[in-house]
């Protein structure tokens, strides 16, 4: 990441049934939190997206500024 890349704080990774979606929404609510608009970014498990750079996760699910 350059020097105006934002940081990536946190991830959450969970199975299916397992309550992520009401942690996304409880998480969504934070005003000082920038989510993407989906709950899902298959940035991790896709060797296509993930070797294009973490930049490449910042400028696809997360469009506003930080």
């Known amino acids: 990441m350059g020097p ?3 940081a990536l704080d946190f991830v959450v990774i969970g199975a299916q ?3 992520t979606t009401t942690l996304f929404e409880h ?3 934070h ?3 920038c ?3 989906d709950k899902e970014a298959p940035f ?6 993930y070797s294009r750079g973490v930049e490449h ?5 997360f469009p506003q500024p930080l």
Request: charged share 20%.
């Open 4 to 6: 105006t890349s934002p």
């Open 17 to 19: 049934k397992g309550g």
């Open 27 to 29: 998480l969504r609510q």
């Open 31 to 33: 005003p000082r939190l």
């Open 35 to 37: 989510l993407p608009a």
């Open 44 to 49: 991790f498990n896709r060797p296509e997206l």
């Open 57 to 61: 996760l910042f400028t696809t699910y």
